[in-house]
């Protein structure tokens, strides 16, 4: 499938409570003259009216996902039923070539991170980010609640395989329309539900899972992998401002700026000390349209506002 006519569609989801980062979302890719072309999908899981109306007015489509894998709908709130419609967005969103998703609480500095994705489902049938990175601070709470749930879906000896595999966040992914991944994925994820009935987290947790195989069965399907600054989780730690690009970037050298920003958690209402590669820091929460402050004292040229000049790095 040539790359150039893959009819792609990026989807998202979200409940009336989420529109704000979801708003960040969509103006971060309408940034993009590249977004022409591309379509917009969201799952409604609790939108009002005027949520409609705004994403609608964006040419974005929407549709309203309804209960999958036996899971009863009764056990699901409506913004629940995001996680067990996400194996199913060929259903929802049928016709496209490509299905980009991408979490209501990441945005987007640079439509490399698109292309990127898309050539990786094109390559391999799915692409996705992992979490193994050097300037992520260590939570042990995170690794006891990744081991609880791996134990329990998968039990103790795949678990302790995943464990030691580099962690695959899906808060964005690419996916063929025709990929073998998506039958995978459902099988992985209904066994774990079948095994727990919990259907959350193991929406992710069932894509490591058919991602990285297990202990005694490696994996069926080539994937491609990408690095964090794909899908660059904020609470984990925190990245820095490269005052040359005017961009949130990785927090070493060479400052290569991160193309996802993803607000998982608290990352959304966290103010985070961000430190510049011209010197200094300041402190702001990173909501899409943050930039850092013009300081004279630091002797920085002036920096423009975010959507004045989308930032274009490879």
């Known amino acids: 499938m040539p790359e150039g006519g893959a009819r ?12 704000p980062t979801l708003q960040g979302l969509i103006r971060s890719l309408e940034a993009f003259p590249e977004r022409h072309g591309v379509e917009i999908g969201c799952l409604d899981v609790g939108q009002t009216d005027a949520d409609r109306a705004w994403l609608s007015d964006r040419g974005v489509t929407l549709a309203v996902p309804t209960s999958h894998l036996g899971v009863p709908d009764s056990r699901l709130k409506p913004y629940e039923r995001a996680f067990v419609a996400r194996p199913f967005l060929r259903d929802y969103f049928p016709g496209r070539d490509i299905y980009i998703w991408i979490d209501s609480d990441v945005w987007l500095q640079g439509w490399w991170v698109i292309d990127a994705y898309r050539q990786g489902a094109l390559d391999t049938g799915m692409a996705i980010a992992h979490e193994r990175e ?26 302790a395989w995943l464990l030691s595999r580099p962690h695959l966040n899906s808060g964005l992914f690419a996916m063929r329309a025709d990929s073998p991944h998506w039958d995978l994925w459902v099988h992985h994820y209904q066994a774990a539900w079948n095994r727990t ?19 005694l069965s ?13 899908n660059w989780i904020c609470d984990r730690g925190p990245p820095m401002w490269n005052d040359a690009e005017n961009a949130l970037c990785e927090p070493y050298p060479p400052y290569r700026a991160i193309g996802a920003v993803h607000l998982a958690g608290p990352g959304k209402t966290t103010a985070y000390t961000i430190r510049r590669t011209g010197g200094g820091s300041f402190e702001a929460k990173l909501l899409y349209g943050v930039a850092a402050p ?21």
Request: aromatic share 10%; net charge positive.
């Open 134 to 159: 050097r300037a992520y601070v260590f939570q042990g709470w995170l690794l006891a609640w990744f081991a609880k749930h791996m134990v329990l879906g998968y039990g103790p000896v795949d678990a």
């Open 8 to 19: 792609t569609i990026i989807v998202t989801a979200g409940d009336s409570k989420v529109m």
């Open 218 to 230: 490696r994996p069926t399907v080539q994937t491609t992998i990408l690095g964090p600054r794909y």
């Open 197 to 215: 009935g919990t259907f959350n987290p193991h929406d992710q947790f069932s894509i490591n899972r058919l991602v990285h195989g297990g202990a």
């Open 294 to 314: 013009e300081e004279a004292s630091l002797g920085l040229c002036p920096i423009p506002r975010r959507g004045s000049a989308p930032v274009r790095l490879t």
